[in-house]
């Protein structure tokens, strides 16, 4: 058995070993069951929350080292971090998610080691997220994120257009382009089922779902046409959204979705959207292809490949495109959509593979270690 990684001890870091992290977490957990499935060790270092004695047992027992906080949670200050993560000897030390104290315990680490530091920032260098809560993000910049930045041995992009947003940002050129791997469904899509479009993901304004609602609400329907909204977020932003579908019947917001139950909602839709304004790489999308499920997502979902291979149909940010993109999508005969069924699976079995990515991803652990 191949175990490129055998007797390497990678450290994740990252403010989030819960649901509260959102893609980021998920991404987290298949990291490191990825790096396990090498050969290596991945040691997960993250801050306590809430959630985390819900969402623990994601990861394997004895891996996750979790640090207190201490003052405002949007910071994330955790004094013994940084040593917790010294202490570990590890080989290599790889941040996921930017813009908290963790980022200033993995440049800490990397002056004191002197070992490779990678820095994923997972779509948090997009010009919209930049954009947002700027004397926040001016501050983290001048406190330490800049700091953690010139540490950096890489930056890890899961896209190109990711390696940009970097660049231009960090001036670096530093960038290893990995897009995520789709997961293996525990169920696969039900085929031309009844028309039924499901959104799963964070509740919140980059996601662009108050539009997506106006759209299905002006909508021509099927009489049995339904649109499902799961997922979590703010009580002010779920409120506003709750409110937006109160008075539809045929649109039901389901809370959040996790597991083999979030599966067979999937298996069961005819497609995923996903109108969002800001991504780095939507893993709802990559779950909804490996299930053979078809997607309407904007250009900000960095998905083109779903485009060429016909996986996936481009919808607008207002409600009127989002409307004429589902419009069409609904009008689709079966022999239509199930070419789009068999090139979402072509691509998750594929480009999105579990097997490709994690062969890229042992490259890369092993380049920037020095392992020929």
Not at 78 to 95: C, G, R, V, Y
Not at 138 to 153: C, D, I, K, V
Not at 280 to 295: K, N
């Amino acid at each position: 058995m191949n175990l490129p990684l055998k007797g390497m001890r990678i450290g994740l870091l990252t403010p989030w070993a819960s649901r509260a992290g959102g893609g980021v977490f998920e991404a987290v957990v298949r990291q490191a069951d990825m790096i396990q499935g090498l050969g290596g060790e991945a040691r997960v270092f993250a801050l306590d929350d809430r959630h985390v004695t819900e969402d623990s047992s994601r990861f394997s027992p004895g891996r996750l080292s979790l640090s207190p906080t201490v003052g405002p949670g949007v910071v994330g200050f955790a004094p013994d971090l940084a040593q917790s993560m010294i202490d570990a000897n590890l080989d290599l030390l790889h941040l996921h998610g930017i813009w908290m104290y963790p980022s200033s315990a993995g440049a800490r680490w990397a002056k004191t080691t002197g070992k490779p530091y990678l820095i994923s920032p997972h779509g948090m260098l997009d010009p919209w997220i930049t954009g947002r809560g700027r004397w926040k993000k001016a501050l983290a910049r001048l406190g330490y994120e800049r700091r953690s930045w010139r540490a950096a041995t890489a930056f890890h992009a899961l896209t190109a257009r990711e390696a940009s947003d970097i660049e231009r940002e960090t001036a670096s050129r530093r960038s290893l382009v990995i897009p995520n791997a789709g997961p293996v469904p525990t169920a696969l899509s039900q085929g031309y089922s009844a028309p039924q479009v499901t959104y799963i993901g964070r509740i919140h304004s980059k996601k662009n779902l108050l539009p997506l609602v106006e759209a299905w609400r002006n909508l021509p329907k099927q009489v049995d046409a339904r649109l499902t909204l799961a997922g979590w977020g703010d009580a002010a932003d779920v409120a506003a959204l709750k409110a937006a579908i109160a008075p539809d019947p045929t649109i039901s917001f389901i809370g959040s979705i996790f597991g083999a139950e979030k599966d067979a909602l999937v298996a069961r839709s005819r497609f995923v959207v996903l109108p969002s304004l800001s991504e780095g790489l939507p893993m709802a999308i990559l779950e909804a292809w490996a299930a053979g499920v078809p997607t309407v997502m904007t250009d900000e979902c960095n998905l083109p490949e779903g485009f060429a291979a016909g996986a996936a149909l481009p919808c607008g940010y207002d409600a009127a495109g989002i409307a004429s993109t589902l419009s069409h999508a609904l009008s689709l005969d079966e022999g239509a959509w199930h070419a789009m069924s068999e090139a979402a699976s072509g691509l998750a079995r594929s480009h999105f593979s579990a097997e490709t990515v994690a062969q890229r991803w042992a490259d890369a652990y092993r380049s920037l270690s020095g392992i020929a």
